[in-house]
């Protein structure tokens, strides 16, 4: 079992940054892969980045340049560093740790979920 609990959402204008951050505990987080997803209101849930457990990145295009993934496997954490925040992605962040198998982008192959953290960008 991983727990895994992110943190650093809140209110944000935009233009502005933001990191959120993911702590886990149970195994070892360096065994996994892992990914950020988020869930807007009335809409599915869509990939955001993924990191390998070799450090390799992977972003949804929309979004490639204002958000950074990185992991720090001695803290137990990983991050998601947001720039030039735009209305459109507020929605609920999940990190997520990936099953050995399966894309990076699709949701399924992720075995273990946090709660999220809502981020909201006004305009």
């Known amino acids: 079992q991983v727990q895994l609990v992110e943190s650093g959402g809140g209110l944000a204008q935009a233009g502005d940054s933001l990191r959120l951050s993911c702590s886990a505990s149970?195994?070892?987080?360096?065994?996994?892969?892992m990914g950020w997803f988020r869930q807007a209101p009335g809409k599915d849930r869509e990939f955001v980045a993924a990191i390998s457990r070799t450090g390799g990145t992977y972003y949804a295009n929309s979004l490639k340049g204002r958000f950074t993934i990185s992991r720090d496997n001695a803290k137990i954490m990983v991050y998601l560093q947001m720039n030039s925040l735009k209305p459109e992605d507020t929605a609920v962040y999940y990190c997520?740790?990936?099953?050995?198998?399966?894309?990076?982008?699709?949701?399924?192959?992720?075995?273990?979920w946090g709660q999220g953290t809502q981020v909201t960008v006004s305009s």
């Open positions: 997520a740790a990936k099953s050995p198998l399966g894309e990076y982008s699709t949701d399924t192959n992720y075995a273990y």
């Open positions: 149970g195994r070892t987080l360096s065994n996994y892969a």
